[in-house]
């Protein structure tokens, strides 16, 4: 029961990126998908709402993110959804939707690319 | 009805790339996606068997994907999969597993990259 | 670009069913998940935090549901996921989390069922 | 890397199920699945090619599978794909495209049903 999804979108902000006290590497974007959909009035395809999601990568994926995403890029995630409920110091509540994500990358419907191999002995499958 | 399905894995050819009469770009690739399975019996993550998959993209992403990946790149895709029966013409038969890419791009987890934006205006999503 | 996701849980509320000006029958219920997950310092698997979703189902599937579904059972759950936000009256602004369904039907991991087959030109697929 | 895929189709054939020497209960069938794709030259929905899937079960999944499913019935179905390559003892070989089922049911947009919870204990999520 564990909820699986994929999203191909753009990044809406740069990838921030923390480290953790016991020196665990997390970045963290915000990440902008609009699905199509197809209108039966018109008989067009046409842009349907926007989903946003809080897209957070650990370890080497944290590292590799971070040094090669930018705000604007069209990227591809997949990941674990999580839906959390949050509560400020002010009493303000809110639900967070965030993808743990598993890999990431640029989509390369929209350009090209190179890359550079770095985790020869990665086990972070 | 239709089967969407995301896979990581790597490539496990080069990139070969056709144009079709009527001028439709078309690249193909066999991607090997090794899932990991945790064993009751030893209590440890190990490597299951290997799944392999043919893919094919199509107009921008079948040319960005030909000039941008290479044969062993670490890669996420997400498209339609499509099994299909096969017959050649010496009366073999066999059974194709093909996805359909709406979207791919290098895997973060295994590397760094760069990204450059060609398709600015592209409806393909 | 259309995010699709699969989610097995247990129906958090019995299903409501409104029907529209229009006659459009929609049936709504929340949905509760808790995923699975392995935990590396005990080497045991342990449940997760739990996500709720709000699923929204049309047409026939908004009938069918309503007269098959009880609060408490186990349902597996196919659709688009919608992020949503919201501001009510009040002032109040939050997200919402919503499947709309493509299918859905009791799952059998956790007992046993009959059909009756009720669309059979449907072709609401 | 686990390739997750969720599948919406008719069972086309009963459920045979199997009890292993170690007592472990296991159920197929064979469950085919015709997406439906946009025409652009006729502007209309229309059925694509057939996949066929062979969809195996475990455990309570499967007693209960085998005594709930009967060929024709539309079915859900969520698990895990696994594409093997065969040789029979004739020296032919094929691929066979086999889902390990998670979960499954009946797909209520076809119809009403009734629902018996048998293991309320069931860890098998």
Do not use: Y
């Not at 965030?98 to 890359?115: M, P, R, V, W």
């Amino acid at each position: 029961m564990s909820e699986t999804v994929t999203v191909r979108g753009f990044a809406g902000t740069d990838i921030r990126k923390i480290t953790t006290d016991k020196g665990l590497p997390i970045s963290t974007f915000r990440l902008a998908s609009t699905p199509r959909r197809f209108d039966r009035e018109s008989g067009e395809w046409v842009n349907g709402e926007t989903n946003w999601f809080n897209v957070t990568c650990f370890r080497n994926l944290a590292l590799n993110a971070h040094s090669t995403l930018a705000k604007g890029d069209p990227v591809i995630v997949t990941g674990r959804l999580k839906i959390r409920p949050w509560e400020n110091d002010a009493g303000q509540r809110g639900t967070a939707v965030e993808i743990d994500a598993d890999g990431l990358g640029h989509d390369l419907t929209f350009g090209t690319g190179s890359f550079t191999r770095l985790n020869p002995g990665s086990s972070e499958q």
